[in-house]
T-cell receptor, first 115, second 113 residues
Framework: GAVVSQHPSRVICKSGTSVKIECRSL??????MFWYRQFPKQSLMLMAT?????????EQGVEKDKFLINHASLTLSTLTVTSAHPEDSSFYIC???????????FGPGTRLTVL | AQTVTQSQPEMSVQEAETVTLSCTYD???????LFWYKQPPSRQMILVIR??????QNATENRFSVNFQKAAKSFSLKISDSQLGDTAMYFCAFSFGNEKLTFGTGTRLTIIP
């Protein structure tokens, strides 16, 4: 149980285009999901908290207009990187909280490369 | 604000030996959760063990156990009979339950054959 999927696992795009990443909780409902960014050999950096049916809460320094988050259902949250630039290249990870255990379960991550 | 400190950037141990990873945290609250997550080379974050602060008994999951010292704000992870598959980054993390995690900087553990 407590499986979180993320799609796509890898994406390469041209500078200026937008990329959407999906995060799904497969066997539990998640009113709260999180989006992280991880640079090589570093810890996870929280970007935003995604709440079902309401606006996401962004961490300080994260551009909300660049990283659009939508949490339209109890099992799906999406992160759209708009007008991507090479500096947005990174590893993006989502997680979802199981209300049964108050524990975050993580997706496998998405490697974004912007050319 | 809560902080989590992992003072061992890297560790290595021979296969089948026991290793302990250190973690300290700081909070003024009394009810919270502590976690150890493992991130192998695949980069998938995997929950290793969780501890509820109100429980005095240390959590155990097969070869993994913790030493939770609430007064000292210490939460170390012990891996017994270490296996090659235990090679990974290990992150200690803190949360208030249905809220965001605060991570430590991680410890890179290498199991030597």
């Amino acid at each position: 149980g407590a499986v979180v999927s993320q799609h796509p696992s890898r994406v390469i795009c041209k500078s200026g285009t937008s990329v959407k990443i999906e995060c799904r909780s497969l066997d539990f409902q998640a009113t709260t999901m999180f989006w992280y960014r991880q640079f090589p050999k570093q810890s996870l950096m929280l970007m935003a908290t995604s709440n079902e049916g309401s606006k996401a809460t962004y961490e300080q320094g994260v551009e909300k207009d660049k990283f659009l988050i939508n949490h339209a259902s109890l099992t799906l949250s999406t992160l759209t990187v708009t007008s991507a630039h090479p500096e947005d290249s990174s590893f993006y990870i989502c997680s979802a909280i199981s209300s049964y255990t108050d524990t975050q379960y993580f997706g496998p991550g998405t490697r974004l490369t912007v050319l | 604000a809560q902080t989590v400190t992992q003072s061992q950037p890297e560790m290595s141990v021979q296969e089948a030996e026991t290793v302990t990873l250190s973690c300290t945290y700081d909070t003024s609250e009394s009810n919270y959760y502590l976690f150890w997550y493992k991130q192998p080379p695949s980069r998938q974050m995997i929950l290793v063990i969780r501890q509820e602060a109100y429980k005095q008994q240390n959590a155990t999951e097969n070869r993994f156990s913790v030493n939770f010292q609430k007064a000292a704000k210490s939460f170390s992870l012990k891996i017994s009979d270490s296996q090659l598959g235990d090679t990974a980054m290990y992150f200690c993390a803190f949360s208030f339950g249905n809220e965001k995690l605060t991570f430590g900087t991680g410890t890179r553990l290498t199991i030597i054959p």
